[in-house]
């Protein structure tokens, strides 16, 4: 099963608002709830930051959001920061053979 | 959040085993009714879920890609998660993660604590 796809970059400008996007099928992103998005510097333990395609977790920014149709979900960013430069990854279950996906990761940029 | 703490790298010869275990401190919550996983990253690539386990359900889920050679265990009474791996090759090394679940008697929902990462080598 090949992972979800994402984009393998995006960039934008403090203030701006980027959008990331996590591409699967039916048989995952578009057939389940259970879509999340992690924040991860290489090295690091990644931070979550959208569960169930659009809750946020406590202490997270609401400056990030999460929404999907169909196949694709996204991440939405706005108001960017210096602090949100990381990848980032998304995640959906994909039924109970494949379990789960990953997405291939985003590397955001802030300029 | 609880505090996820594992035990310290690992460096392996090809062919043998290994051992991670994951320690969840802050013990406010009931251990065994939330969903522990296993990621790890590889240097230079992306996330890679290698399974999971809800204790109090018994046994383990794991990716395809593991199924042969992985275990993945709970000790309730010492809040300890272990993930094992057999047959290791040089394209194990990785950074190995657990993490726990948001909310109890939910597997697949996102996950908010994570443990720092263990650092697994195999080389010969």
């Known amino acids: 099963q090949s992972a979800l796809t994402q984009p393998r970059s995006v960039s934008g400008s403090p203030g701006q608002s980027v959008t990331i996007s996590c591409t699967g099928s039916?048989?995952?992103?578009?057939?389940?709830?259970?879509v999340s998005w992690y924040q991860h510097h290489p090295g690091k333990a990644p931070r979550l930051m959208i569960y169930d395609v659009r809750k946020r977790p406590s202490g997270v920014p609401d400056r990030f959001s999460g929404s999907k149709s169909g196949n694709t979900a996204s991440l939405t960013i706005s108001g960017l920061q210096a602090e949100d430069e990381a990848d980032y990854y998304c995640y959906s279950y994909a039924g109970d053979h494949i379990f789960v996906l990953f997405g291939g990761g985003t590397k955001l940029t802030v300029l | 959040q609880p505090q996820l703490v594992q035990s310290g790298p690992e460096v392996k010869r090809p062919g043998s085993s290994v051992k991670v275990s994951c320690e969840a401190h802050g013990g406010t919550f009931a251990f065994d009714t939330y969903a522990f996983v296993w990621v790890r990253q590889a240097p230079g690539q992306g996330l890679e879920w290698m399974g999971g386990i809800i204790p109090i359900f018994g046994p383990a889920k794991y990716a395809q890609n593991f199924q042969a050679r992985i275990t993945i265990t709970a000790d309730t009474a010492r809040r300890t998660v272990y993930m094992e791996l057999s047959s290791l090759r040089s394209e194990d090394t990785a950074l190995y993660f657990c993490?726990?679940?948001?909310?109890?008697?939910?597997?697949?929902?996102?996950?908010?604590?994570w443990g720092p990462g263990t650092l697994v080598t195999v080389s010969s």
């Open positions: 993490a726990r679940a948001i909310s109890d008697l939910d597997f697949w929902t996102g996950f908010s604590a």
């Open positions: 039916s048989s995952d992103v578009g057939g389940y709830t259970y």
